[in-house]
């Protein structure tokens, strides 16, 4: 019976893959003809999906497209599908949540490593856009020719800002879906100041210049935030990692323990409700180091 279960999702995880890369190749036709044809590729833009997933991937700086995403979510899917004929549903939910939290915290960690990179970038980038304006271009123009000599990734951010200025987007909005995308403070407040620059007018290059001079002493306090709170830090760390530990301990020393409990229905039970109150627990402690 478990083979024929197998050969089974084996036979869709093919099917659904084929199907998949079907569409793939489609989309990637469709997207060579937006690229001759500008007016296509502005209303692909104004119509793009901003799904959660999509968002998220766009931050960390991972290029997966629709079909890529839809043939990982068959695999894990199909392996869930697996795990629960094999060992029952139990093992499959705890199984679920744990890849959902691994794959939320790496999609985190990273934006978070991507986020401190453009921030510390964006000074010298700035910098250089108020160089070019003193010579008499223009701010798009500026912004063009600074992007070519920006280090990654914010040179991947600002490409995104040129094609968006380059498909019919004018500077403000183009700003404005930068800073919604990313999330980041530094790009809402320049976003904010150009905007208003636009409407009412002012010198933009003293408008740059004090962003350039908050941001610099933004990074500065974020760094002496990280010094004074240091040993809290480290200490959430450690008490969110003591329980697994803990278990990995038991499971080499004992593992029959650990074993006859997930054997038995009580035992599921408190292995469940343990996992979700550390889960719960290192929510809690997230936020309070957040509110520091």
Known sequence: MAFFVYLILATGFMLGALFFESQGQKRAREELVEKRLATVGMQRMHQRRTDWLSLQLERAGIEMDETKRKIVGLGLATAL?????????TPALMLAAFIGVVIYSALAGLYSRRQAQLVAQLPRLLDQVVRMMRTGKTIGDAFFVATDDAELPLRTVMEK???NISLGMSIPEAFADLAATYGLKELRVLSLGIS?????GGSLVDLLNNVITLIQQREKAVRQLKALTGETRVSAVILSALPMLIGGFMLTVNPDYLFKMVDDPGG???????GVAQLM???VMWRMLRSI
Not at 81 to 89: D, I, K
Not at 268 to 274: E, M, P, W, Y
Request: charged share 20%; proline share 0%; no cysteine.
């Open 281 to 283: 627990g290192m929510f």
């Open 161 to 163: 800002l040129r094609r």
């Open 268 to 274: 599921q039970k408190v292995l469940i409700g343990a």
């Open 196 to 200: 208003v620059n636009a409407r009412f």
């Open 81 to 89: 599908l697996v795990v629960w004929f094999r060992f029952g549903f």
